[in-house]
């Protein structure tokens, strides 16, 4: 139960600095690209009890994930970059859900990683689709990193 309270917590606070960081002056995209990485770093040692270096990996992946938004696929296939597209949220979670994939050699049974994966993808593109207010779309992208750590 503490574990579930936790995360719901870390969600919390992951949901603010993912908003934070795409809200510009006076932040920064900074604020998104280390402290959700670091919140994410924290839940899942609160899930393994273990600092190793698969999870140390995890997170630099997971900084790299938060700093594109998949655009280039719009270019490849001759659309419009000036909006992210349901296609770019659905590579844009995958992205989030895959930085975690290094956790299968701490001992996370990699189907369990790719079905979260799968998941966190579904629900960043459903997620981003539906919300219309930007700071809701924004904490919800960062509360979902998060929550889903709960299936591991």
């Not at 606070?13 to 995209?29: A, C, D, E, H, W």
């Not at 990683?113 to 960043?124: C, E, Q």
Request: contains cysteine.
């Amino acid at each position: 139960m503490i574990k579930i309270i936790m995360l719901i917590a870390f969600g919390i606070v992951s949901g603010v600095l993912y908003r934070l960081g795409g809200i510009g002056k006076p932040f920064n995209t900074k604020y998104r690209d280390f402290g959700v990485p670091l919140i994410t770093f924290c839940a899942v040692l609160l899930i393994t009890r273990e600092v190793s270096v698969q999870l140390v990996l995890s997170t630099v992946l997971l900084f790299a994930s938060l700093t594109t938004y998949w655009k280039f696929i719009s270019r490849l296939i001759g659309q419009s970059t000036d909006n992210v597209h349901w296609y770019n949220w659905l590579f844009t979670g995958l992205g989030y859900g895959l930085a975690l994939v290094p956790m299968h050699f701490a001992g996370i049974p990699i189907m369990i990683l790719l079905v979260r994966a799968a998941l966190l993808a579904i629900l960043t593109m459903q997620w981003s689709e539906l919300i219309d207010d930007v700071d809701w779309e924004e904490f919800g992208r960062g509360f979902l990193i998060i929550i889903t750590l709960g299936i591991l």
